[in-house]
């Protein structure tokens, strides 16, 4: 069984910054890629960052320059630092990560339950 855990979301204002984290655990062998998604009501499930194992990073134009996606790979934890947050970038963002789980010899794609990023004043 594998889990994904996200924190960090919640309300703020125009210009204001919010850190958000999901922590992977359970039966794995071996963490690939790491990201986030978000989506906002009414639109597609877009991507926004990811992050290999070895540390090279892309993010989607419209966040350029305020986000940061990092990890940590001996706490199986991937973080988004979101600097000069936007209306539109409210959201429900998820974490999601490719793995291979201990005992299997595919990778598989994993969901985190999503935490809720709004932006007002």
């Known amino acids: 069984q594998v889990q994904l855990v996200e924190s960090g979301g919640g309300l703020v204002q125009p210009g204001g910054s919010l850190r958000l984290s999901c922590a992977a655990s359970?039966?794995?062998?071996?963490?690939?890629?790491m990201g986030w998604y978000r989506q906002a009501p009414g639109k597609q499930r877009e991507l926004v960052a990811t992050?290999?194992?070895?540390?090279?990073?892309s993010y989607v134009d419209s966040v350029k320059g305020r986000f940061t996606i990092s990890r940590d790979n001996a706490k199986s934890t991937v973080y988004l630092q979101m600097n000069s947050l936007k209306r539109e970038d409210s959201a429900v963002y998820y974490c999601?990560?490719?793995?291979?789980?201990?005992?299997?010899?595919?990778?598989?794609?994993?969901w985190g339950q999503g935490t809720q990023v709004t932006v007002s004043s």
């Open positions: 359970g039966s794995i062998s071996r963490i690939y890629t």
């Open positions: 999601k990560t490719i793995l291979r789980r201990l005992g299997s010899g595919g990778l598989v794609d994993y």
């Open positions: 992050i290999s194992s070895g540390g090279d990073s």
